[in-house]
């Protein structure tokens, strides 16, 4: 299984981008799919998750009211809006264990190849 992370770039504060997390297979079709992220030096953080029916999400606290996390049969999406220079960092979507949503990188099985996010300020 692939997952295929999509829609990083440049982009100045406060400015948006729409990430897409594909699968080659129908893994998500059961599954919760997170997106987390990894600044050069720093760990990789928890970003948002969304449960298999898209009915249930959750966000980091940085995340909140800035970001919406989403999913249609084929991909999820991670809507991102007045983007500070903070969220530079490389994107990861992963494929979860179980159906719902999950902060804990521990919970997910198959990770994407990561996009990469620049806000300029």
């Known amino acids: 299984v692939q997952l295929q992370a999509s829609g990083g770039g440049l982009v100045q504060a406060g400015g948006s981008l729409r990430l897409s997390c594909a699968a080659s297979?129908?893994?998500?079709?059961?599954?919760?799919v997170g997106w987390f992220r990894q600044a050069p030096g720093k760990d990789r953080e928890y970003v948002a998750s969304?449960?298999?029916?898209?009915?249930d999400t959750d966000y980091a606290d940085s995340a909140k009211g800035r970001f919406t996390i989403s999913r249609d049969n084929a991909k999820v999406y991670l809507q991102m809006n007045s983007l500070r220079p903070e969220d530079t960092a490389v994107y990861y979507c992963?494929?979860?264990?179980?159906?719902?949503?999950?902060?804990?990188?521990?919970?997910?099985?198959?990770w994407g190849q990561g996009t990469q996010v620049t806000v300029s300020s």
């Open positions: 992963a494929s979860a264990l179980g159906a719902s949503t999950s902060a804990n990188d521990r919970g997910y099985r198959y």
């Open positions: 297979r129908r893994t998500f079709s059961n599954n919760g």
């Open positions: 969304i449960n298999w029916r898209g009915t």
